[in-house]
């Protein structure tokens, strides 16, 4: 059985606070970048290193990558949720237009608040429903995980990969790593991903060629 390290990195803080930014294109804030270097310092060798486009990763992804001479594979399947009208906008303005449509009774207007209680039924207007973003993070996971498995094969040294992505994009990998219930919100109310954290994965390749993973603490 041979064991792969998977390194799950959230960007860091923004330039821009409160706001909800999903496809939003927005740098890090000095502090944001920092964070990443706090994160990373002490990380074993990477084999390989996987970013969103979004330049709140990507920047770091690219400059870690020319440090340790490594390729960098930039991927939209690890782009945060897009959001649509509400992309980018302040959250008090969002919550606002909840508040509003609730005291209104307007039945017909989706809001902000809706989406958070149950988001596989309230897609953001003219934005990505959970559905295609779930598709695409698995599309991404599901690859990574068979090219472990041909490591394994090819008897290759345990690679150790570093993955820079979003909060949701996280949060989401998460849950299928620990088994919670998808479609569902306990992963998106009940675990908390600040920017700059860094999560380890383990993913372990059985003798049929399966692949485990889990959490390590």
């Keep these: 059985m041979s064991v792969f390290n998977v390194y799950l990195l ?15 294109d927005i740098a890090l804030s000095d502090i944001g970048k920092q964070q990443l270097i706090n ?11 996987y970013s969103s486009p979004l330049v709140r990763c990507r920047e770091f992804a690219t400059q870690y990558c020319q440090q340790h001479e490594l390729s960098l ?21 969002l919550w606002q237009l909840t508040q509003e449509a609730e005291t209104t009774a307007a039945e017909t ?32 996971w599901q690859n990574l995980l068979s090219q472990l498995c041909q490591s394994e094969l090819e008897k290759a040294d345990s690679l150790n990969t570093l993955v820079l992505s979003h909060g949701g994009v996280i949060r ?14 306990y992963h998106m109310t009940n675990l908390d991903v600040p ?18 993973s889990k959490l390590m603490l």
């Design 10 to 24: 959230r960007h860091g803080e923004l330039v821009q606070s409160g706001i909800l930014c999903g496809r939003t």
């Design 39 to 49: 994160a990373t310092k002490n990380l074993p060798k990477i084999s390989n290193c």
């Design 73 to 93: 594979q930039v991927l939209t399947e690890l782009q945060e949720m897009n959001f649509g009208d509400w992309d980018g906008k302040p959250y008090q303005a």
């Design 109 to 140: 207007t989706l809001t902000l608040g809706d989406f958070w209680q149950d988001p596989w039924q309230c897609q953001p207007p003219n934005g990505e429903s959970m559905e295609s973003f779930m598709e695409r993070v698995d599309n991404f």
């Design 172 to 185: 989401y990998l998460l849950a299928k790593v620990l088994g919670l219930p998808i479609p569902g919100t």
């Design 195 to 212: 920017y700059g954290s860094l999560i380890h994965l383990q993913v372990f390749i059985d003798n049929e060629g399966k692949a485990w």
